[in-house]
């Protein structure tokens, strides 16, 4: 009931979480439809209101003392012409229409986000630009002291130019309150050059209204940019928010590896401790059992009993030292001793080794080393065991009068390799994969009984893959298999004669002391 009832809330957690997951998306998408809403009448729908109602307050804000010293100049240029008190006096009642605009957006960036949402704000925006639009069309219309000429009429234009430029760029997020301070000043200019009657009016009066369509148009594109790039902005919230929700789904799922992981290895350390003391057990007496080592035993049935069980005994202790070892190398625990070593020296002890195996199936160990083959910086223990593991399955699935070859050399790139051939029955081409991985074992493996944890490749690759090396597996159906290992160059030790000399007669000394200790 434990084990279930676990997996039963574990299943309950990831449905909870993808439903949290579906309901943010969701959430996310209401919120952007909701905000295009916000502030609008129930008539109309418009896009991103409150978005482009916050960039005309701060657009407002930033440009609270560039707009003085366009009228500052503006005013001090019109003295040539207007009595300077009606140009003072202009000058003053503009900047109060200026900073009246931006009391207006102070007010509305630090009003709570209800309060911006209602439709009085956009209002006050208007009304306000079209007053400050009047105010710069009073400047037309200010008395003349002096007679003027052209000189008046160049000015008023390129104002009128100027004036209408920059309300275009503060105002080209709210089309209203774009029309509203510009159209005043555009009207006023046109009747002003008309009313004069000579063709450069009529002239300038023309270019003043296409300025005012080019400007429009402008706005209008601004709009479309603004309106693209909240859009934009929008869809990179969404996208912040999903990446945040499978942020929040990997750091649990994580939790919950880490948290199985560590229950693995729990539960391997307790089944190791608990399973090797009674095999020491079984082990030691079913070995002096089929020994005979306390007397003969009168029956050869008890006999063969007491090998099977030493047998069996041996088999369940490989099995346990094979899954510690794999979940060792996969938990990033399993350290690597390096050491100078001669490969080739290796191979042959572990074939000295797997000999009186071999003659029991009549089976010959063939050897192929190349000769001055230096020396490589590996861990002797896990280059030991993986060409172990390797002889052990030749030897084992190759049939009686078989042969096995090992052999030694370089490769191309200049590192070593080890090849271990049999002439077995082969691996069919779909197998392959389900053989090099863990617990996996082909038909014949199955077929044939063959005892067998199906660890032993899963383990190579583990090993040689820390000592950056590479595996490769070729089989043919009754032909056999080869698998070759392979280190490479930069775990090459390229020793000058009198360097490697040193190096012997320095280890000479530390292996006599670990051979009389």
């Known amino acids: 009931m434990g084990p279930l009832a ?13 439903q949290r997951a579906i309901r943010r998306r969701e959430m996310a998408r209401s919120a952007k439809s909701a905000r295009s809403r916000l502030g609008a009448p129930e008539f109309r729908y418009t896009t991103f209101d409150l978005e482009r109602q916050h960039l005309f307050a701060d657009t407002r804000i930033n440009a609270a003392y560039a707009v003085p010293l366009l009228a500052l100049i503006a005013a ?41 949402a209602r439709k009085s704000w956009l209002w006050r925006f208007t009304i306000g630009d079209l007053i400050y639009g009047i105010s710069w069309a009073t400047f037309i219309l200010l008395p003349k002291a002096v007679e003027v000429g052209d ?33 005043p000043t555009t009207l006023v200019v046109t009747v002003f050059f008309l009313l004069e009657g000579s063709p450069i009016h009529y002239t300038l009066a023309a270019m003043a209204i296409g300025a005012q369509g080019f400007f429009f148009i402008l706005g209008n594109q601004l709009l479309k940019n603004t309106n693209t790039m909240l859009e934009y902005r929008a869809d990179k919230d969404h996208l912040i928010a999903e990446l945040e929700t499978a942020n929040a789904m990997s ?27 009674p095999l020491n057990a079984i082990l030691g007496f079913s070995e002096i059992m089929k020994d005979e080592v306390l007397g003969p035993m009168h029956n050869k049935n008890y006999r063969s009993y007491a090998e099977d069980i030493h047998g069996s005994g041996q088999h369940l202790l490989n099995l346990i030292n094979e899954i510690l070892d794999l979940s060792r190398i996969e938990a990033g625990r399993h350290e690597l001793h390096e050491e100078a070593l001669f490969l080739d020296e290796i191979a042959e002890e572990c074939g000295s080794m797997m000999k009186v195996r ?77 053989v090099l991985e863990a617990f996996g074992q082909g038909s014949h493996a199955i077929r044939s009984a063959e005892p067998g944890t199906g660890l032993g490749l899963s383990i190579v690759q583990a090993l040689i893959g820390m000592h950056d090396g590479t595996f490769s597996l070729k089989s043919n159906i009754d032909e056999g298999t080869e698998v070759t290992v392979s280190l490479p160059p930069s775990r090459i030790m390229h020793f000058s004669d009198d360097v490697a000399a040193r190096f012997d007669e320095q280890s000479k000394p530390k292996h006599k002391k670990a051979k009389s200790a």
């Open 151 to 183: 000189e008046l009429v160049i000015f008023h234009f390129a104002t009128l130019l100027i004036v209408v430029a920059t309300n275009t760029m503060q105002s080209a997020t709210l089309p209203r309150c774009l029309l509203a301070s510009t159209l």
């Open 251 to 277: 750091d649990d799922a994580r939790r919950r590896a880490e948290a199985a992981n560590i229950a693995k290895s729990r539960f391997l350390a307790t089944m190791s401790h608990e399973l090797r003391t």
């Open 358 to 434: 071999a003659e029991a199936k009549s089976i010959a160990i063939h050897h192929a080393h190349e000769t001055g083959l230096p020396r490589v910086w590996a861990d002797e223990r896990a280059l030991r065991q993986v060409i172990l593991n390797l002889m052990s399955n030749a030897v084992k699935f190759t049939p009686i009068n078989g042969d096995v070859r090992i052999k030694v050399g370089r490769t191309v790139d200049g590192g070593q390799f080890v090849s271990i051939s049999d002439t077995g029955p082969g691996i069919p081409e779909e197998e392959i994969p389900t």
């Open 76 to 116: 001090v240029i019109s003295v040539l012409w207007v009595d300077p008190a009606l140009s003072i006096a202009w000058f003053v009642f503009t900047l109060c229409t200026h900073f009246a605009m931006v009391f207006i957006s102070h007010a509305y960036e630090k009003a709570p986000a209800d309060q911006q």
């Open 6 to 18: 676990s997996d039963n809330s574990e299943d309950d957690k990831l449905a909870i979480n993808r």
